[in-house]
Every structure is written in structure tokens, then in C-alpha cells.
């Protein structure tokens, strides 16, 4: 049955003619939008239009007319939804620009003491020392008494060290000392047969990197938070002759094969001989500049032997066992191989400063 496109009235006729023109220009689900209100809507649309017309139509013309509508509604609708699927599909297409270069994305890095903590600890593992950590909030044992700290010494005072004041035993550490009071107590367990664990593991070498606090006030070359590296090794017959060797050569390693070192005798209680350690100025090479106070040295650790009290204290037979310690300042170390005079640079996180450390072993 062909149909009846003559039952038209004339606007409607020629508003079909022009439909696909109309349709196939929309740019846009508002242009979409008017098209149906025109075409299919629910008020005064063509549609609307020529369904009345069907209730006047006399009885001979009624199938032939709704069998146009039924048509004309189809073609309309389908034609619109697949234009707007069109225009959907194209504008989310056109948002993601595949050709575009991508925006470079600001590169993070590892903080400059951070990385010098991993060199250190690198060049040290090199001699086969391991790694021990302490917790942070110490008890006053092990931050002072096991470490041959007397009881009225001044670095205990409630001016100089943060105690908790709920628990008046417990602290922030004030040096990562206080590891090598922990690792000699667990090394002198003993097994069923009565076999230390230092005596079956013949001796031990580790370091303990970490931050420590202090009551000082913030300036150039003090933070009430800064960090250390703690170094032991305990054996048979250790002299100062393991000391020098060792230190001379992490120094070195450390600060380049040309560093020269220098040993003073220095006092701590945990060690006895205590020494300081200093290196030639690596800045002005000895000839004497800012950084080490025209005195072409700079000290750069303490160290010395086990005191016999620290080994004692621990449960270890001093006797039998000897050995030497050590321990540095991070950020001292890091100041001077970058020339920086000011240690607060290091806390506070500027990225211009972080970025121009980047170059700096
Ligand atoms: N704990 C000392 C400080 O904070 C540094 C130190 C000196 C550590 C001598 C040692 C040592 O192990 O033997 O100043």
C-alpha cells in the first residue's frame, strides 16, 4: 500500500520536506529539542496537528491517514534520536585530544638528608654492617643510664631533653645511642645451652640511622629535631687501630679519597678512650674559610672504645669482648658538602632549595 502523501495539509507537507535539512543541521541537543517540539511534541507539533485531523478525516480516508502518520511519527522520531546519538558521541570524542602533548608533571625526589642517610649507610654495608632501628620515644635506661650517663649529668635536665610528663621515665631520644644499649641486651640472651647470641654470632657490626630531638632553639645550626647515624661493632681484642681504619676509610668514601682525617681525644661517657674525628676542610682544602671557622679542620663525629660499663650494663662480659662506636650528625655532614649555612633549609620543604641540592652528592 503506497502512501498517501496528498492527505497533507500544506504547511505539514512542506515542513517534511525540509525535515532531513533541519535535522542533519542541529549542532546541538538544544537544536534537537526545538525540532521535536516542532515535529513530535505533545503540544501544537505537526504530530498533535494531524491526530486531530484523523478524528475529522471521513471513514474512507481515516486508515490511509493514520497509516501516513503512523509513518511520518517513525521517520520523525528515529531521524531525531539517531541525530542526537550523533552529536553526543562527537562532543565526547572531541573533549580528549589524542594528539596533544601531554602536561610534564613536576618529578618528586628523595629528600637531600634522606639520601645522604642511604650513602652513608651504603658505604658502611660495604663493610658488612647492617641496619638497627630504636624507637624514638626512649626510656631514660636506655637514652642515659646504660649509656654510662651519671645521674646529674646535664644533658638529663628537663631544659635540655622533652620527657612526657604523664611518664616521667620515657622521652624523645636525644642520640641514636640508645641503640646500641638494645642491641647489646638482645645480643646477650642466651640460648637452652647457656650460648649467648653475640658469642654464636662471634661479634656484631651495625649502624642505626634516625632523628633525635633536644630542647635547643631554632637557628642555623640548631634544631630541636635533627638526624644521626649511630655505628657499633663489637668483637675480640677491638682497639683504636679498628677505630682509625674504619672511620679513615668511610670518611673517605664518604667525602672523596683525598679527605684527610684527624683524630682527637674527645670525651663521652659511653666510650673510654672517647675521641673527636675531623676532616680536612673539604671547602677550602685546609688553607682555612667560613665554613670551618679558618681552622682548616672540621670535626665531623664522635667515637671511641666501649666503655666497659656500656658492655656490662647490657649483660656482656667485658672481659671477653671489646669494641668501638661512633656516631655523626646528618645534616652537619650534609651542610657542609653543600655549602649551606643555614640548617633550617632542610626542614623547610622550599622546592627551590630542595632542587638545588638535587646536584649535590
Ligand atoms: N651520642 C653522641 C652525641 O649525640 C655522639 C657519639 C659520640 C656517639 C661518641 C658515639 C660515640 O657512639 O662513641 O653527641
Not at 643510664?145 to 645521674?151: H, K, R, T
Not at 644499649?181 to 656484631?204: A, C, F, M, T
Not at 673510654?272 to 674525628?277: I, M, N, R
Amino acid at each position: 500500500m503506497s502512501l498517501r502523501f496528498d492527505l497533507l495539509p500544506p504547511t505539514i507537507a512542506e515542513a517534511h520536506q525540509h525535515f532531513e535539512a533541519w535535522v542533519s543541521a542541529a549542532q546541538d541537543v538544544n537544536d534537537i529539542n526545538r525540532l521535536k517540539g516542532v515535529f513530535i511534541g505533545r503540544k501544537a507539533s505537526h504530530l498533535t496537528l494531524l491526530t486531530d485531523l484523523l478524528k475529522q478525516t471521513p471513514k474512507e480516508s481515516k486508515a490511509d491517514l493514520g497509516a501516513l502518520i503512523n509513518h511520518l511519527k517513525m521517520t520523525w522520531e528515529t531521524a531525531l534520536s539517531l541525530r542526537l546519538e550523533q552529536l553526543v558521541s562527537a562532543s565526547a570524542s572531541s573533549s580528549v585530544d589524542l594528539t596533544l602533548t601531554p602536561p610534564v608533571l613536576p618529578q618528586g625526589a628523595v629528600h637531600p638528608i634522606q639520601r645522604l642517610e642511604v650513602h652513608i649507610v651504603s658505604v658502611f654495608r660495604t663493610l658488612g654492617y647492617h641496619v638497627e632501628e630504636g624507637p624514638e620515644v626512649e626510656t631514660e635506661e636506655h637514652n642515659f643510664d646504660g649509656l654510662n650517663i651519671a645521674p646529674n649529668h646535664p644533658a638529663r635536665r628537663s631544659s635540655d631533653t622533652f620527657y612526657f610528663e604523664a611518664h616521667p621515665h620515657l622521652l624523645l631520644r636525644t642520640h641514636t645511642s640508645p641503640v646500641q644499649v638494645r642491641v647489646l641486651k638482645r645480643l646477650s640472651q642466651k640460648n637452652s645451652q647457656g650460648v649467648s647470641l653475640l658469642e654464636s654470632l662471634g661479634g656484631i657490626r651495625f649502624l642505626s640511622p634516625g632523628r633525635v630531638y633536644r630542647k635547643d632553639e631554632i637557628d642555623p645550626t640548631h634544631s630541636p629535631m635533627f638526624h644521626q647515624v649511630e655505628g657499633m661493632l663489637i668483637g675480640k681484642n677491638i682497639g683504636l687501630q679498628h677505630l682509625k681504619g674504619t672511620l679513615s676509610y668511610a670518611m673517605k668514601a664518604l667525602l672523596g679519597a683525598d679527605t684527610e682525617v684527624r683524630f682527637r681525644p674527645g670525651y663521652f661517657p659511653f666510650v673510654e678512650p672517647g675521641c673527636e674525628v675531623d676532616v680536612k676542610c673539604p671547602l677550602c682544602k685546609g688553607q682555612g674559610c667560613r665554613v670551618c671557622k679558618s681552622s682548616g679542620w672540621i670535626e665531623i663525629l664522635g667515637a671511641g672504645l666501649v666503655h666497659p660499663h656500656v658492655l656490662s650494663h647490657a649483660g656482656i662480659d667485658s672481659t671477653a669482648w671489646s669494641g668501638f662506636a661512633f656516631g655523626m650528625g646528618i645534616e652537619r655532614i650534609a651542610m657542609i658538602i653543600s655549602e649551606c649555612p643555614d640548617l633550617r633549609l632542610f626542614f623547610e620543604n622550599d622546592l627551590r632549595f630542595l632542587q638545588s641540592m638535587r646536584e649535590v652528592r
